[in-house]
């Protein structure tokens, strides 16, 4: 066992080795009552990875420390549950995982790899020396979780430190954060010319739907886009909201500004000024990130465009705007705020950094005749990263309906691990695909539920894992389709995963009722779980996302019947949510047109 005083000493050369300052400085220690008691404290390491550890009592320690891992690309402390992991008896760490605030800068700490692990690897190591201290003895289990690209980060902690690690989960992200970029550089060239269509697109994947939305598409081109979206890895169910992403907002600041800022001037010199688009002027007023141009604009019209300060404190940099509506442009929170700008300041919105971002992909192809340098191609493939090689247990739960940590990176991450694992990965891996959950909060009630205790859940089962020996669930069965779509089986047996599976029909009939008013239909539901029992089911007959009617489920399978008479015409989602005792759900519907009565 390594003495206690041997920590700091090995968090210092943890340190050394990415070149980093090797500063800790702590400016709170304390015990604290809330969620239960334990000792906090909060530093931060290299002058700008802030950090806090949660120490439960001696008592309640069960020689574990969990580690959670923000998304994006960190900047906070702050975010995660620590009372998940103090009430599994673990010492809780969260760090901001190498920079402060949303915003990356070319400063010499953010370095691409201090961001994707040395930060993270650091805090870690300060929180197992806290734990040797305050309880005598080091950590038996290590475990690391994270949401979105700290779910990518997660698994590249487990893979490149296997003595450290001893399980991971990863939510709605795994493998290289950097295999979004030519992915998401390719969308942006596509998406936007079919935006105007999204929502008879959206319409024809809906249940009851034609199930066609190239039918809707008026032109060749059009349908050559949404092919393109579609095999990028965009998921067909979530059309209604394909636009432009705030992601590439994300990805353009970080890779034009920080890991290859020298493409765009490239791009530009080579190409001219084709394609180019923009206006200029003074700024009118500003109101946080909100800035009026006194020039109004279609609405959404430029989004992910840049707008470049001429004069004034910010003058010579420049911002992604996420949105526009009549005169004022909203920046991005991902790029720097805009505190120093002032009215009267000069500036330029043009499309400079939009054209060359849809156009990145093309450049980091080995037949590209412009390939980028080695440096920049030899990052975004996993810079040395033993990709889908880990000793320790990984689970990874991810949404088929995400429509922005799309469902193929999971695809393209499970075949590696496979390819690299064979039959042994069996042993420490497992994916999990869910339905209808989107990447984030729920925003949108009639089409999504959040993850409900999918993520409490996974944590227990990976702790039973890597402790005991009891091996979770099998992971989900799924294919790929022609279109690079996931689809997951019908049923719950072959489907197995986590998640309940239900199927709803009304008058016998799935998908689709034509009624007339004052007609009553009889909702009939049959569900099942693969790994757990059923407890509720739940109708809204009008599609409202606001829930109706309950029944409780019993068992691993259920089924029960429910009856409403439409009295008004109109077209309403009827939908089920069904509920396992994990507190996992699940949606079906059927469309009911309601026609006006006889």
């Not at 700008?48 to 690309?73: H, M, N, S």
């Not at 980060?153 to 992200?173: H, M, Q, T």
């Not at 009215?343 to 400079?352: A, H, M, T």
């Not at 019947?561 to 079906?588: M, W």
Request: charged residues 20%; neutral net charge.
């Amino acid at each position: 066992m390594t003495p206690a005083w041997c920590w700091p000493l090995l968090l210092a050369a943890a340190i050394l080795r990415g070149a980093q300052p090797g500063t800790i400085e702590i400016d709170t220690r304390e015990w604290r009552a809330e969620p239960v008691r334990h000792f906090y404290i909060h530093g931060v390491v290299n002058g700008d990875t802030r950090f806090r550890v949660c120490l439960p009592e001696k008592a309640a320690w069960k020689g574990r420390v969990i580690q959670y891992l923000g998304g994006a690309f960190g900047g906070y402390e702050l975010t995660g549950d620590a009372g998940v992991a103090l009430s599994a008896g673990a010492v809780y760490v969260e760090s901001n995982q190498g920079h402060i605030g949303r915003f990356l800068t070319a400063s010499p700490n953010d370095s691409h790899t201090e961001l994707q692990y040395e930060a993270s690897y650091a805090t870690l190591q300060y929180a197992k020396s806290r734990a040797v201290e305050f309880y005598g003895i080091e950590p038996s289990y290590v475990y690391v979780h994270g949401d979105s690209g700290g779910g990518m980060r997660a698994s590249g902690l487990l893979e490149r430190f296997p003595k450290s690690y001893d399980g991971a989960i990863g939510y709605v992200g795994v493998g290289s954060p950097t295999a979004l970029i030519p992915k998401y550089s390719r969308y942006e060239e596509f998406c936007y010319k079919i935006a105007s269509k999204t929502q008879a697109m959206a319409d024809a994947v809906r249940p009851g739907g034609s199930g066609d939305p190239f039918a809707v598409l008026s032109t060749g081109d059009q349908r050559a886009a949404l092919r393109a979206v579609l095999l990028n890895g965009f998921p067909a169910r979530q059309l209604e909201q394909l636009s432009p992403s705030l992601v590439s907002a994300q990805l353009i600041d970080a890779m034009f500004r920080v890991a290859d800022p020298d493409f765009v001037s490239e791009f530009w010199r080579n190409r001219g000024n084709a394609g180019l688009e923009g206006f200029s002027g003074k700024v009118r007023a500003i109101q946080a990130s909100t800035i009026d141009t006194g020039i109004p604009q279609v609405a959404g019209a430029l989004t992910n465009y840049s707008i470049r300060f001429a004069s004034g404190a910010a003058a010579g940099t420049w911002r992604p705007i996420v949105f526009n509506k009549d005169s004022s442009v909203t920046l991005s929170p991902y790029a720097p705020d805009a505190s120093s700008v002032k009215p009267g300041d000069g500036f330029e919105i043009d499309n400079r950094e939009l054209m060359a971002w849809r156009s990145y992909y093309r450049y980091l192809g080995p037949d590209s005749p412009a390939r980028r340098p080695e440096s920049v191609v030899r990052m975004l493939s996993g810079d040395g990263r033993p990709l889908g090689q880990f000793k320790g247990k990984l689970m990874v739960l991810y949404s088929v309906d995400d429509p922005y940590a799309w469902a193929s990176f999971a695809v393209d991450y499970d075949r590696m691990v496979w390819a690299r694992q064979g039959t042994s990965a069996k042993e420490r891996y497992r994916l999990y695909f869910f339905e209808r959950i989107p990447h984030g909060p729920v925003t949108r009630p009639l089409w999504e539920i959040p993850w409900g205790g999918a993520r409490q859940k996974a944590l227990i089962d990976l702790i039973a894992w890597v402790e005991r020996g009891v091996p979770p669930p099998p992971g989900t069965s799924y294919r790929v389709n022609e279109l690079n779509q996931v689809v997951l089986p019908a049923g719950a047996a072959a489907r197995a995963g986590l998640q309940p599976v239900a199927v709803v029909t009304a008058n016998g009939t799935p998908d689709r009722l034509e009624i007339r008013a004052g007609q009553e239909v009889v909702f009939r539901v049959s569900a099942a779980d693969p790994d757990n029992e059923l407890e509720q089911f739940e109708i809204d007959y009008f599609g409202t996302g606001t829930g109706g009617e309950k029944q409780p489920a019993g068992g691993r399978s259920a089924s029960a019947i429910f009856r409403h008479t439409y009295e008004k015409p109109g077209a309403h989602f009827a939908n089920v949510r069904t509920t396992d005792k994990s507190g996992i759900s699940n949606l079906a519907y059927v469309r009911v047109i309601v026609h006006q009565g006889e």
